[in-house]
C-alpha cells in the first residue's frame, strides 16, 4: 500500500504493547467463565470485526492521520487476538491426557499453522491479486472465514475450565 516501514513498526508496537495487557484480562476472565467462552467471543468478534477493519484501512490509507487510525484499528485487533491467545493455552494443556498432550497440542497448532497460515497469503493473493483496493472484500472474507470455523471447532470441544487434568 506504499506505507513508510516505520509508520507500520510504530503502530505494530502499540498494538503489540496493548495486547499483553489483553491477554491478561483475559486469561483471569477465561479463569472465571471458561476457556471456550472466551475462545468462541474472540473469534466471534475477529469475524465481526473483519470488514470493518480491511475498509477502514483501505478508505483511511492515504490521511494525514493514517498512524493514528491503523493503530487504532490494530490495537483493536490486537485485543481480539489477545483474547484468543491468552484462553487458548490453558484449554490446549486441559483438553488431552497427559502422556499425549505435547504430541497432541504440538501436532494441532502445527498443522493449523501450515493450512491455516500458509495458504492464507495463496487464497487472499488468488481473490484479491494486485487489487487490493477493489477486491478487499477478498482479505476480509479469509479474515472471517477462520473465524467462523475455529468457533465452528469450538462448539464441537468440551468446556474444560475447572477439570481435573488427566493423568
Not at 475462545?39 to 466471534?44: E, Y
Not at 475498509?55 to 490509507?61: D, E, K, N, S, Y
Request: glycine fraction near 8%.
Amino acid at each position: 500500500m506504499g506505507l513508510a516501514r516505520t509508520l507500520v513498526t510504530g503502530a505494530v508496537t502499540i498494538a503489540a504493547t496493548v495486547e499483553i495487557f489483553a491477554i491478561i484480562a483475559a486469561a483471569l476472565l477465561a479463569d472465571i467463565i471458561g476457556r471456550k467462552l472466551v475462545l468462541i467471543g474472540g473469534n466471534a468478534a475477529v469475524t465481526i470485526y473483519a470488514v470493518p477493519y480491511v475498509l477502514l484501512a483501505i478508505m483511511f490509507r492515504t490521511s494525514p492521520n493514517f498512524f493514528l487510525i491503523a493503530t487504532l484499528l490494530l490495537v483493536v485487533f490486537a485485543i481480539i487476538h489477545g483474547f484468543m491467545y491468552a484462553a487458548e493455552t490453558a484449554y490446549w494443556a486441559e483438553l488431552f491426557p497427559t502422556k499425549y498432550r505435547y504430541t497432541a497440542t504440538g501436532t494441532a497448532y502445527h498443522l493449523t499453522a501450515i493450512v491455516a497460515g500458509g495458504l492464507s497469503p495463496l487464497i487472499i493473493t488468488a481473490l484479491v491479486g494486485t487489487q487490493y483496493i477493489a477486491r478487499w472484500w477478498g482479505q476480509a472474507l479469509v479474515i472471517a472465514l477462520y473465524g467462523i470455523i475455529s468457533i465452528i471447532c469450538f462448539l464441537m470441544l468440551e468446556e474444560t475450565k475447572g477439570k481435573e487434568l488427566p493423568e
